[in-house]
């Protein structure tokens, strides 16, 4: 019993030590990489793969959240005589919290799973092996495009889910609920600040070198067969979910400290 | 330059290898000289493939050290490690051919590391002549998964001699092909020997291919080597062992215990 703690244990920092050397040399060699323009096919790859085949199921995520935000929010607020305020409401939501996380949630699904599968399909058939043999780094070959990638577009893809969002939330709103148009952009617009908007956009760098990172990880070190890398997603989904609630965490906690300090409030418009 | 055919192009000494508990290379010294073929047999699974990865350093002794010509390679980074691999063609034994790109890019994936490819037309050039080798000259826009098994193998050649080294590790070249391409491989390594004074290590179970090629045959056996000398000096060792293994006959242990277990379970 206390044996099998001690051995779990061991493994845990054993793993955090190794993933801890992985994320050094990654960010070391993709810092790297980006100063050397012979790498920017492969980065550019990687941005179609990653980031153009994400766009539209992005796109909807961000619609459907402001739409159910507009929807909810409006019995609530309109009991008050509140209503108008509602674009205040859902906008700040879904740029700072919503769209951030839920968009690094849907490409932990959608591209952490299919980075895991294919680096781990390519280390158990020896691919990645045969990289090395061939005197190339496979983290420079391999992961440096892919987490550059995952991380420039991350925040791409958040503005598109915070523009759906916005519009999703304006259609219920305003269209469907007859709220006063005028209205419901002016609170808006007073209300969410250049710092909110910039704050869900660092997140999404992050969020974008985690998924990527951690993708990576479990690829490079998945274990044999079929079963091996079915295995490795589902890791590697689980620890990215965990990491992008993390980050989150750590970001508010961090951004209201130096909001409370620092920032003169600036609104938008 | 005499004192460089002197030493040793590979050298392993004193090499431990272990997987968790699992003792695989049980110290192993071996000087692998210049522009010979040295083959390594031995049963399935006990640590060919291992000792030949150590050889080039994509697997990392537990004991012992490498060396290339006088550089050590066991404990360098990957970085370090890439100009020494320039010299090297490794033949995975499953091929590991990259599945996303064409037989074409295969080939030109070391090269294409090495330099910026300005002439394009010669590389086309070299990469026909590479196919032409292993007789796959037009599969050039085929993409691995639309070869055959022995196809890939012979691809993984190509693109394992794409460069010229001067170090060729073939882990089982023979393996899955038929009679008569076995013994093409087997005249290509001998070619690449005579013409280009290659220095070859050739895992194999293929014994004709063996004593055909090989200036010297190396038989690994429980992590150790047991016999070690030219195809004259296998073929008569003393070893039984040795001898089961090279003639393919079973010994009375494994006959036994193959009578004992039924083929049908009786009811
Ligand atoms: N990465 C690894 N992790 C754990 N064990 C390993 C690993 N690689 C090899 N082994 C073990 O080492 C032993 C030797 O493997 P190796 O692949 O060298 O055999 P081999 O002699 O090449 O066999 P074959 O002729 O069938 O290819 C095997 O028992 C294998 O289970
Ligand atoms: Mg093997």
Redesign the interface.
């Known amino acids: 019993m206390i044996e099998s703690i001690g051995r779990n244990t061991i493994g845990l920092i054993n793993g955090v030590g190794m993933f801890g050397r992985f994320s050094a040399r990654t960010v070391a060699t993709s810092c790297a990489s980006l100063l050397q323009p012979k790498t920017y096919p492969l980065i550019w790859l990687q941005m179609y793969n990653i980031g153009v085949k994400s766009v539209g199921v992005v796109m909807v995520t961000g619609a459907f959240v402001g739409m159910i935000l507009a929807i909810q929010g409006y019995d609530q607020l309109h009991s008050m005589g509140l209503e108008e305020r509602m674009g205040l409401l859902i906008n700040i939501s879904v740029v700072k919290e919503l769209g951030p996380v839920l968009v690094a949630v849907m490409l932990a699904g959608r591209v952490g799973g299919a980075l895991t599968a294919e680096l781990g399909t390519m280390n158990v058939t020896e691919q990645i092996a045969a990289v090395e043999s061939m005197g190339t780094d496979p983290v420079k070959y391999l992961v440096a495009p892919r987490v550059i990638a995952c991380l420039l577009l991350t925040p791409v893809l958040i503005v598109y889910a915070d523009m759906l969002g916005i519009l999703g939330g304006y259609f219920e709103g305003v269209i469907q609920h007859k709220i006063n148009s005028a209205a419901y952009w002016n609170y808006s617009a007073h209300g969410v600040e250049l710092w909110d908007i910039g704050v869900g956009l660092t997140k999404g760098f992050f969020f974008g070198a985690a998924i990527a990172t951690i993708g990576c990880y479990k690829g490079f070190n998945c274990k044999e067969g079929a079963q091996g890398v079915g295995q490795a997603c589902t890791e590697a989904f689980v620890a990215s979910f965990i990491a992008i609630l993390a980050i989150n965490y750590t970001f508010v906690v961090v951004a209201k400290a130096i909001y409370d300090t620092f920032w003169i409030g600036e609104s938008l418009l | 330059m005499e004192s460089d055919n002197n030493i040793p192009v590979i050298s392993v000494k004193e090499l431990v290898k272990r997987f968790g508990s699992r003792l695989v290379l049980d110290g192993i010294s071996i000087d692998i000289e210049k522009g010979k073929t040295t083959a390594i047999i031995g049963p399935s699974g006990c640590g060919k493939t291992v000792l030949m990865?150590h050889m080039?350093a994509?697997e990392r002794p537990t004991s012992g050290s490498v060396y290339f010509k006088d550089h050590r390679i066991d404990n360098l980074s990957?970085?370090q490690?890439?100009?020494?691999?320039?010299n090297?063609g490794?033949l995975?034994?499953?091929g590991?051919?990259?599945?996303s790109l064409t037989v074409f890019e295969n080939i030109i994936?070391?090269i294409r590391?090495?330099r910026?490819i300005k002439n394009f037309k010669e590389i086309e050039e070299l990469v026909k002549s590479k196919l032409a080798l292993v007789g796959l000259d037009g599969f050039q826009t085929q993409y691995p998964a639309n070869l055959s098994g022995g196809q890939k193998k012979r691809v993984a050649l190509a693109r394992a001699i794409a460069l010229d080294p001067k170090v060729i590790l073939y882990d089982e070249p023979t393996t899955g092909l038929d009679p008569l391409r076995s013994d093409i491989i087997n005249e290509l390594i001998l070619k690449l020997q005579r013409e280009l004074s290659v220095t070859s290590i050739v895992v194999t179970h293929d014994m004709n291919s063996a004593f055909k090629i090989a200036d010297r045959i190396l038989m690994l056996h429980e992590g150790k080597i047991i016999a070690d000398g030219d195809a004259d000096y296998i073929r008569s060792h003393p070893d039984s062992i040795v001898q089961q293994f090279i003639k393919g006959t079973v010994g009375e242990a494994e006959l036994a215990a193959l009578r004992q277990a039924g083929t049908r379970t009786r009811t």
């Open positions: 990865k080039i994509l990957q970085k490690l890439a100009g020494i691999r320039a090297y490794f995975f034994q499953g590991a051919l990259f599945d994936f070391p590391q090495r910026k």
